[in-house]
């Protein structure tokens, strides 16, 4: 018995949650939150609250891909789903001059996946990564779509279910010395990538300012989020994170 949970071993279960959580089972048995039944939240007021969808029902909501701007989850109560008892996984490897071609197979390939298959590109995404220099950077590209896209999109916080990918661009260096080189390439393929956005994974950002967060979710779900800011937390007590502020102090001139 599983909950759907992320990749990264050291990923803590609070965030991974909060933001939504990509994982390897996602498209079979949905996000971290599509199987999240409630939490017990501390907010900034000191008060504990319990978020459902039968209490505080817009906090559970926000819980739900919002991030941890609304208060310290506590407890989360999960859906268990049945997985196996047998899962085979591991790693397919190709030639860098052969990304082109196994790209195209596998962009048709897996438009008539089932749910139970989940796949990540990682060695080489053709032209930007045959330009890879640094031996720890890399580019993941998540497959999407199965039950995540299956939830509706104003279910949750969480934003972008209709994606066909998400990208996870990491431009690392081993030293100093090297670093402007692997920022500037892993812009640079971000900008190539620009007329394809959609959105971008609240989870995968780093210190990029309110406008990218804001792109996490929408006008829309970022006016209701900052409704939900104001009433847990007025004065922004929550604010080391991808930081949704209240609605006043969301405004120009706040």
Avoid: C
């Avoid at 909950?3 to 949905?30: D, E, K, M, Q, S």
């Amino acid at each position: 018995m599983v909950v759907p949970a992320g990749i990264v071993t050291h990923t803590g279960v609070a965030g991974l949650t909060l933001g939504g959580g990509l994982g390897w089972v996602h498209r079979r048995y949905g996000l971290t939150i599509d199987n999240l039944l409630a939490a017990e939240v501390v907010t900034a007021a000191g008060d504990v609250v319990r978020a459902s969808p039968e209490e505080n029902p817009e906090l559970f909501w926000g819980l739900r891909g919002g991030g941890g701007s609304f208060g310290v989850v506590t407890e989360f109560q999960f859906r268990l789903q049945q997985l196996g008892p047998n899962v085979l996984a591991g790693p397919i490897l190709w030639r860098a001059a052969d990304a082109p071609e196994v790209l195209r197979f596998y962009r048709d390939w897996i438009a008539e996946a089932p749910d139970e298959l989940m796949t990540v590109v990682v060695d080489v995404m053709a032209e930007y990564g045959q330009s890879i220099r640094s031996p720890i950077s890399s580019i993941a590209l998540w497959q999407m779509g199965g039950a995540v896209a299956r939830v509706g999109e104003e279910e949750t916080a969480f934003n972008g279910r209709g994606a066909g990918f998400t990208f996870n661009i990491n431009g690392n260096a081993v030293t100093s010395e090297g670093f402007e080189a692997e920022r500037a390439w892993a812009r640079e393929y971000w900008s190539a990538l620009a007329p394809w956005h959609r959105g971008v994974y609240v989870n995968f950002l780093m210190e990029e300012g309110e406008d990218r967060v804001r792109a996490a979710y929408g006008a829309a779900k970022y006016e209701r989020l900052t409704a939900l800011k104001s009433a847990y937390d007025p004065d922004n007590f929550f604010r080391l994170n991808q930081n949704i502020r209240p609605a006043m102090a969301a405004e120009p001139g706040h």
